[in-house]
T-cell receptor, first 112, second 116 residues
């Protein structure tokens, strides 16, 4: 079982729609959860982090965490063509250290 | 502050040669990470440092890979006796350990290795 699993996609949504990206993780004791965006040929950059169960909103982005189900999601409202990228879910597992483990990423295409 | 700097940006080498990559983190960041990324995959954790101490190394990492951060500032990643399977983008990231630390990783632009 991979430590962090994501559907590789691609996920295609029309402009203005809501894009929903999902991620599951294996270490039940994980405490920190992140979503990074990676444009083609570029390095990852942080979009959001979440530590507690529930929802966290930042502009058009909402991160959702359910520790009981070991599930993290990212919603992108009013999707724009500029949101087309790979979205990486990342988790800091409860190993006593600070390494961050990434999923394989989900490719998102927003059609104009 | 110019962010995380990596060099060389591109390296082409023949199988069996040794290569070394350098990473200069954001100056006030104590933690430094190395990742490897291949096409269509997420960054794969290799190792990380806090100051000069190497705190964790991936169990999947071959003994041909070694990393150092001798003075707690820049870091080097050396790959000995390169193999074609080592071809990848090698990403360096740094993070702070201060009170306001969110765990965010700041990535450099990467060093792309091609082994012929």
């Amino acid at each position: 079982q991979k430590e962090v699993e994501q559907n590789s996609g691609p996920l295609s949504v029309p402009e203005g729609a809501i894009a929903s990206l999902n991620c599951t993780y294996s270490d039940r004791g994980s405490q920190s959860f992140f979503w990074y965006r990676q444009y083609s040929g570029k390095s990852p950059e942080l979009i959001m982090f979440i530590y507690s169960n529930g929802d966290k909103e930042d502009g058009r982005f909402t991160a959702q965490l359910n520790k009981a189900s070991q599930y993290v999601s990212l919603l992108i409202r009013d999707s724009q063509p500029s949101d087309s990228a790979t979205y990486l879910c990342a988790v800091v597992p409860n190993t006593g250290g600070f390494k961050t483990i990434f999923g394989a990423g989900t490719r998102l295409f927003v059609k104009a | 502050d110019t962010g995380v700097s990596q060099n060389p940006r591109h390296k082409i080498t023949k199988r069996g040669q040794n290569v070394t990559f350098r990473c200069d983190p954001i100056s006030e960041h104590n933690r430094l990470y190395w990742y490897r990324q291949t096409l269509g995959q997420g960054p794969e954790f290799l190792t990380y440092f806090q100051n000069e101490a190497q705190l964790e190394k991936s169990r999947l990492l071959s003994d041909r890979f070694s990393a150092e951060r001798p003075k707690g500032s820049f870091s080097t990643l050396e790959i000995q006796r390169t193999e074609q399977g080592d071809s990848a983008m090698y990403l360096c990231a740094s993070s702070s350990t201060g009170y306001a630390n969110t765990g965010e990783l700041f990535f450099g632009e990467g060093s792309r290795l091609t082994v012929l």
